[in-house]
């Protein structure tokens, strides 16, 4: 590996340290830096519109998450649709932002991010019937926030019995969701409840 590439790879190391630390200066100062040298890297420039719209500097964060767009690998450009998705969102724009979501779900289907983001701004404005067929997409897809997301809905529709499935089934995936969990026993205690009078 050449002395460059080491480099590179070290400082892409800290910027993924201070996210994980959420370190939002830190980290809008380390991918600043870290473009300075390598500004066709994709993946930094997703991470800097992600860290700009965190801090509500959205035209800057457009600029960023275009320049993802433009360098992310054909694989990956999934992931700057999700944020400029997420950054339209927070931002409260939500057609904008389901926009976004479907040319992320177009561009890798099989990928689950975008699919569940577009449940839950779906299900944000009360569009219930499409916000499951999303969820239930990546569910089948084995992702366990899928199936969270679409018990959570089942359980604001009153079907008790199909969300302690969907919570089951993400706890089946990853068994230490601690908030698949909590809301399972919130759903068979309400159920209780329930039938005591």
């Not at 480099?7 to 473009?35: D, G």
Request: charged letters at 30%.
């Amino acid at each position: 590996m050449k002395q460059t590439d080491m480099s590179c790879e070290r400082e892409w190391k800290s910027i993924c340290a201070a996210m994980r630390a959420n370190k939002t200066m830190c980290t809008l100062s380390l991918t600043e830096r870290y473009l300075a040298q390598y500004p066709r890297d994709g993946r930094a420039w997703c991470v800097l519109g992600h860290t700009l719209y965190g801090i509500a500097r959205y035209d800057k964060a457009v600029r960023a998450l275009r320049k993802a767009l433009r360098y992310m690998p054909n694989e990956a450009v999934y992931l700057a649709h999700y944020r400029m998705a997420m950054m339209y969102r927070r931002k409260g724009q939500y057609r904008a932002a389901e926009r976004w979501f479907h040319k992320g779900i177009a561009s890798a289907p099989k990928q689950t991010a975008n699919l569940i983001g577009l449940g839950a701004i779906l299900a944000r404005q009360g569009r219930t019937t499409e916000a499951k067929r999303y969820h239930r997409r990546a569910a089948n897809l084995g992702d366990e926030e899928g199936y969270l997301n679409l018990g959570l809905i089942l359980r604001a529709e009153g079907k008790y019995e199909a969300a302690l499935e969907a919570f089951d089934k993400a706890i089946q995936i990853d068994s230490d969701y601690e908030l698949a969990k909590r809301e399972r026993r919130d759903v068979a205690e309400a159920m209780k409840i329930g039938t005591r009078g």
